[in-house]
């Protein structure tokens, strides 16, 4: 036992004395680095950041670049997944098409999971299958088709894409991640390298949410890896890495490493192509060699530490290993700021008896904010605590249609539904209409049967509080971790009597399903 103790402090303290020879190798090295969006070279404060990183969690020698990169591209090309845009980007010889299939997909795969893009991406490509297509669409069909996937800005700022590269650049894509990120709305850092890497060739690294985790666990990265300082070392690894010869075969390497193997929980470490040079697995076997040699926990040492000071890339002396995540103690959680809370009572208006079938009331929201230039049940918003709801909420309803009997308008449960920065509950109400008075109808407003609803681009929160209104789904339901849907377990669904108010009428109006249909969410 005292071997094995003296064994691992002789090497931490051998590693920890050969820092200063390590940083003078690391600053005199040719390592490349991620380029900055107007291709100038990095300023002072780079070479600071070196300094301030033992080289413990950098690939210090060519020889180790090369196996990575031929290891994890020889699994690529063996255990890949067969996803449309992989396909149709591989097969297609026009440059430019080429770049707008990887474009659509990367952005699609944003904040979404691949099983749920794949419908979306091959009816969009169906629709649309070039960038003059997509110009030349509205912005309301391209809402329709976008609903239900989430972040409704991104379909809206791919269109806004499109129409630049026909109307201002002649129809074709700009060819570096630089300029694709000067010049395309939308297109970050992370969405231009992908673009440029995989349809044009360009030798330049991609660091999505997937590969922040593979290089945090390969290098053994504890610090946030959402601040400045690893956000930079880790676009640096990433450029240093990619593959000049296959660069988009390799960055899509390392998202599908991250994707199914080296996943957030559970990592299948033995299927790992890198596993030989991961230190997080090295981290790993260390401290079960002290556990299995009995030894009183594990060494207080960091294999990383340079002789003064904390590794700006280590995890803070607050943050100690967890024996039972393994490598999954990498990379270290970012605390999130909750989401703000909103509350907005919502009403469903429906003719019940208008001529050929019952319809109901959407408006369409301001073209700036949330779920901009979507449509939506008429709503206001109130204060959570729910006094003056029903007063608000009549008055909003008297600007759409009129006149309203405020004793019929009911309150029928509750949606939750939580978007990327705001908890939103909204108080559902149901009021149906009957009668033959016309009623008029303001501009932002269209009136749609049921199944022109069920098929019109309106958001998930919407289909939602329908269900609700409908009295389909009794007590509370869940459909996803963002959404809650809840009943008054009292309440009973109503009969189509139940539902109809004697002492009111409205008329048929004429519904315009084809121009609602594509703006809503």
């Known amino acids: 036992m005292k071997k094995a103790r003296a064994a691992v402090e002789r090497r931490c303290r051998k590693q920890a004395s050969s820092q200063a020879g390590r940083k003078k190798h690391a600053l005199g090295s040719s390592q490349a680095k991620p380029s900055t969006p107007d291709g100038l070279a990095k300023p002072q404060e780079e070479v600071v950041l070196q300094a301030s990183v033992s080289p413990y969690h950098l690939f210090r020698d060519a020889a180790e670049v090369t196996v990575f990169r031929e290891s994890l591209l020889s699994w690529y090309d063996q255990e890949k997944r067969d996803l449309p845009w992989r396909r149709r980007a591989k097969g297609e010889v026009d440059l430019d098409r080429r770049a707008y299939a990887v474009w659509v997909s990367e952005v699609m795969l944003q904040q979404t999971q691949v099983a749920t893009v794949i419908n979306y991406y091959t009816r969009w490509m169906q629709k649309w299958p070039t960038l003059q297509d997509l110009a030349s669409a509205s912005l309301e069909e391209v809402n329709q088709l976008w609903a239900g996937l989430g972040y409704y800005s991104r379909g809206r700022r791919l269109q806004e894409g499109a129409r630049k590269v026909v109307e201002e650049l002649g129809g074709h894509v700009p060819r570096t991640a630089e300029t694709l990120q000067q010049l395309l709305p939308g297109v970050g850092r992370y969405t231009a390298g992908a673009i440029a890497s995989i349809a044009f060739g360009q030798a330049t690294g991609v660091v999505d949410g997937n590969v922040v985790r593979v290089l945090c666990r390969v290098r053994a990265i504890g610090a946030d890896a959402s601040s400045t300082l690893v956000s930079q070392q880790l676009w640096s690894l990433a450029q240093q890495l990619v593959d000049p010869a296959r660069p988009g075969d390799f960055n899509q390497a390392a998202m599908e490493l991250g994707a199914t193997v080296c996943t957030p929980q ?256």
């Open 266 to 521: 559970h990592p299948l470490c033995s299927q790992c192509p890198v596993q030989s040079l991961c230190r997080a697995h090295q981290r790993v076997e260390r401290e079960q060699l002290l556990m299995s040699q009995s030894l009183p926990g594990s060494l207080d040492v960091e294999e990383c530490a340079p002789n003064t000071g904390q590794c700006q890339l280590c995890a803070p002396p607050t943050e100690p290993w967890d024996q039972t995540l393994g490598v999954a103690n990498f990379p270290r959680k970012a605390s999130r700021r909750p989401p703000r809370e909103e509350c907005s009572a919502i009403c469903v208006l429906e003719q019940p008896r208008a001529v050929g079938d019952a319809r109901i009331l959407l408006v369409q929201r301001p073209n700036s904010g949330l779920l901009a230039g979507l449509w939506e049940f008429p709503s206001v918003t109130v204060a959570p605590s729910g006094q003056c709801q029903r007063k608000a909420l009549l008055q909003e309803l008297r600007s759409w249609a009129r006149p309203l009997p405020a004793s019929h308008l009911q309150h029928l449960g509750q949606v939750v539904h939580t978007f990327s920065h705001i908890k939103l509950t909204y108080q559902v109400y149901g009021l149906a209409l009957e009668g033959q008075t016309p009623v008029t109808t303001p501009s932002g407003a269209r009136w749609l049967t049921r199944e022109e609803f069920h098929t019109a681009a309106v958001s998930t929160a919407m289909k939602k509080v329908f269900r609700v209104y409908e009295g389909q789904q009794p007590g509370t339901y869940k459909s996803s971790r963002r959404s809650q849907v809840s009943i008054p377990a009292s309440r009973k669904r109503p009969s189509p009597g139940q539902q109809t108010l004697d002492s009111f009428f409205q008329p048929h109006i004429p519904t315009d399903a084809s121009s609602l249909n594509s703006a809503a969410q």
